[in-house]
């Protein structure tokens, strides 16, 4: 069988698939995802609400905290740091009680 050329059906068929596997593919990729919710206390999802409303915002945060990536919160990001009531730094951030002073110097050197 080495060598052989595929019949024009064999192709057909083969493009068939692939489409038809395509079209699957991108309609499962279409649903919107669920927003960011954290599980636990409402008062720590309150908290949290300011920075899960705009997009990308949790992860540029993320970045920061484990990278220290300074520049990587972007500018709607920032005003939604500066909405974060104080109380609610700890809750956010109990293992980590440098990063909220962190974050706001971040912010204030890319404004």
Do not use: Q, R
Not at 6 to 23: D, F, G, H, Q, R
Not at 59 to 81: F, M
Request: with cysteine; charged share 15%.
């Amino acid at each position: 069988m080495a060598g052989t050329v595929p019949t024009k059906k064999t192709l057909n068929m083969v493009l068939l698939t692939i489409s038809c596997t395509a079209i699957l593919v991108s309609a499962g990729l279409a649903y919107e995802t669920p927003p960011f919710i954290l599980p636990g206390v409402p008062e720590i999802v309150e908290c949290w609400l300011s920075l899960t409303s705009i997009e990308g915002c949790v992860a540029e945060i993320y970045k920061l905290l484990v990278g220290g990536k300074i520049g990587v919160v972007g500018p709607d990001c920032c005003n939604a740091v500066t909405e974060i009531k104080d109380k609610c730094w700890p809750k956010m951030f109990p293992f980590s009680p440098v990063f909220p002073p962190l974050l706001h110097n971040s912010c204030a050197k890319s404004a």
